[in-house]
C-alpha cells in the first residue's frame, strides 16, 4: 500500500507565499518523477511543476519564475514553494509520484495525493 499525503494549502492574499509538502509512505522500493498538478473549478487538470530522481525540473510557463518545485529523495518527500501568487493560482493542488514497488521492480505505478486547496484572495 502507498499513500501520498499533502500539506500546506491555504488562504493567501496576492503577492503571498505558500509551500506545499507531499510526503510518499508505505511499501516503496524507488521512486522516479514527483510532480504537482492543479485543478481550478471548471477547468482540466495541469502540470505545475514536474522533478525528476536526478533533480531536473520542468515548469509550466504560467509558474516559471514564481514556483520551484524540489524534493529530499530521503524522505520521499516533494515540495512546491510558491511566491508572488496570484488570484488565477487558485486551485486544488494535487501530487503525483511514479512508485516502483518492491513486487515489481520492472514496472513503475502512477500515484496521487489527496489534493490541498490553494485560495489567493484579498
Known amino acids: 500500500q502507498v499513500q501520498l499525503v499533502e500539506s500546506g494549502g491555504g488562504l493567501v492574499q496576492p503577492g503571498g507565499s505558500l509551500r506545499l509538502s507531499c510526503v510518499a509512505s508505505?511499501?516503496?522500493?524507488?521512486?522516479?518523477?514527483m510532480g504537482w498538478y492543479r485543478q481550478a473549478p471548471g477547468k482540466q487538470r495541469e502540470l505545475v511543476a514536474g522533478?525528476?530522481?536526478?533533480?531536473?525540473?520542468n515548469y509550466a510557463d504560467s509558474v516559471k519564475g514564481r514556483f520551484t518545485i524540489s524534493r529530499d529523495n530521503a524522505k520521499n518527500t516533494v515540495y512546491l514553494q510558491m511566491n508572488s501568487l496570484e488570484p488565477e493560482d487558485t486551485a486544488v493542488y494535487y501530487c503525483?509520484?511514479?512508485?516502483?514497488?518492491?513486487?515489481?521492480?520492472?514496472?513503475?505505478?502512477?500515484?496521487w495525493g489527496q489534493g490541498t486547496q490553494v485560495i489567493v484572495s484579498s
Open positions: 522533478i525528476t530522481s536526478g533533480g531536473t525540473t
Open positions: 503525483n509520484a511514479q512508485i516502483i514497488v518492491p513486487s515489481d521492480l520492472f514496472a513503475d505505478y502512477d500515484y
Open positions: 508505505g511499501n516503496i522500493f524507488g521512486i522516479k518523477t
